[in-house]
Protein backbone atom coordinates (compact mmCIF):
# COMPACT_ATOMS: atom_id res chain seq x y z
CA UNK A 1 0.00 0.00 0.00
CA UNK A 2 1.28 3.43 -0.89
CA UNK A 3 -1.33 5.68 -0.48
CA UNK A 4 -3.15 6.44 3.09
CA UNK A 5 -4.92 9.41 4.00
CA UNK A 6 -7.39 10.33 6.91
CA UNK A 7 -9.85 12.95 6.51
CA UNK A 8 -11.86 14.95 9.55
CA UNK A 9 -14.84 15.74 7.90
CA UNK A 10 -16.42 17.02 11.27
CA UNK A 11 -18.98 14.57 11.65
CA UNK A 12 -17.73 11.71 10.03
CA UNK A 13 -14.02 10.49 8.87
CA UNK A 14 -13.01 9.35 5.40
CA UNK A 15 -10.04 7.08 5.22
CA UNK A 16 -8.71 7.17 2.09
CA UNK A 17 -6.82 4.06 0.50
CA UNK A 18 -5.23 2.16 -2.59
CA UNK A 19 -8.43 1.65 -4.83
CA UNK A 20 -7.40 -1.92 -4.91
CA UNK A 21 -7.91 -2.58 -1.39
CA UNK A 22 -10.64 -0.71 -0.32
CA UNK A 23 -12.79 -3.96 0.21
CA UNK A 24 -10.14 -5.52 2.11
CA UNK A 25 -9.61 -2.69 4.20
CA UNK A 26 -13.09 -2.13 4.79
CA UNK A 27 -13.54 -5.45 6.26
CA UNK A 28 -10.77 -5.22 8.82
CA UNK A 29 -11.72 -4.72 12.58
CA UNK A 30 -8.91 -3.27 13.55
CA UNK A 31 -9.62 -0.12 11.48
CA UNK A 32 -12.13 1.56 13.80
CA UNK A 33 -9.17 0.77 16.80
CA UNK A 34 -6.59 2.43 14.67
CA UNK A 35 -8.59 5.41 14.18
CA UNK A 36 -10.02 5.50 17.67
CA UNK A 37 -6.31 5.40 18.59
CA UNK A 38 -5.41 8.25 16.33
CA UNK A 39 -8.52 10.59 17.95
CA UNK A 40 -11.50 9.69 15.78
CA UNK A 41 -12.95 7.09 18.70
CA UNK A 42 -16.62 6.64 17.83
CA UNK A 43 -16.97 8.84 14.97
CA UNK A 44 -18.21 7.27 12.09
CA UNK A 45 -16.16 6.29 9.13
CA UNK A 46 -15.92 5.15 5.29
CA UNK A 47 -13.18 3.49 3.52
CA UNK A 48 -13.11 5.12 -0.22
CA UNK A 49 -10.32 5.44 -2.81
CA UNK A 50 -7.76 7.53 -2.50
CA UNK A 51 -7.37 10.14 -5.20
CA UNK A 52 -5.07 13.20 -5.09
CA UNK A 53 -7.12 16.49 -4.88
CA UNK A 54 -10.46 14.85 -4.08
CA UNK A 55 -11.52 17.49 -1.32
CA UNK A 56 -9.94 20.48 -3.67
CA UNK A 57 -13.17 19.40 -6.30
CA UNK A 58 -15.51 19.04 -2.77
CA UNK A 59 -15.14 22.17 -1.77
Known sequence: MS???VRDLG?????EVDPSIVDRVTELPSI???????GFRGLPYRVE????GRLNSET
Open 3 to 5: DLR
Open 49 to 52: PFRS
Open 11 to 15: DTARL
Open 32 to 38: ARALAAA
